[in-house]
Every structure is written in C-alpha cells, then in structure tokens.
C-alpha cells in the first residue's frame, strides 16, 4: 500500500493543523492506522492509532486531548487534527499502516514520506 502524508507547515503556538494520509494500493480496511513523528536528533514516536473501523482509538500521553485522529474509510484516508499545538510538537510527521496497532514503527508493514510540521513560540 503506498501512503501519502500531507497538510503540515508552520503554525504559531497555539494554532491548529489537521494532517491527512490518503492511501491507494490495497483494501484500505484490511489496516489498522498510525501517526507517528520524529524529531531531529530523536527517535520515531507514536503520536496516535486507530483501528481498522474506528471503534478503537489510542494516543500518546503527550497529545490526549489535543489531537484526534480519524478515518474515512469511503475515501481511504487518516486524519490527524491537532489543535493548542506546542514548539514541542515540532517534528515530521509519518502515518503508517499495518496489522495492530503497535508502539514501535518498525512493527507497521507501510509507511510513506512524512510531512513537516513546525511550531514557533
């Protein structure tokens, strides 16, 4: 499947962007669906997961309550919208899909080129 991530840019803190993740190649509900982000100099997170229909949603401690991540199955695409963003949410963004939802991005089966997203003080 291949995954194309979109949407970032620079925003002050406080602002919002939503991200979005269009998918082609394979049925795109076979796949449970990530965000994660990285950082210069740090290691990939996981920023969000979503099960295949939605009826499970997880996130990291660090965005509860500020991001939502979702889907829309008929158009085969992931959101992320991450609203009261931090300078510390500055990092490039990748969606990734696989099989269960994981903690690690190694353990998702596709992940595309990610998106850059800034947050300036």
């Known amino acids: 499947v291949q995954l194309q991530a979109s949407g970032g840019g620079l925003v002050q803190a406080g602002g919002s962007l939503r991200l979005s993740c269009a998918a082609s190649?394979?049925?795109?509900?076979?796949?449970?669906m990530a965000w994660f982000r990285q950082a210069p100099g740090e290691e990939r997170e996981f920023v969000a997961g979503i099960s295949r229909f939605g009826r499970a949603i997880y996130y990291a401690n660090s965005v509860k309550g500020r991001f939502t991540i979702s889907r829309d199955n008929a158009k085969n695409t992931v959101f992320l919208q991450m609203n009261s963003l931090k300078p510390e949410d500055t990092a490039v963004y990748f969606c990734?899909?696989?099989?269960?939802?994981?903690?690690?991005?190694?353990?998702?089966?596709?992940w595309g080129q990610g998106t850059q997203v800034t947050v300036s003080s």
């Open positions: 190649g394979r049925t795109f509900t076979t796949y449970v």
């Open positions: 990734e899909a696989g099989t269960e939802i994981k903690y690690r991005y190694e353990e998702y089966d596709y």
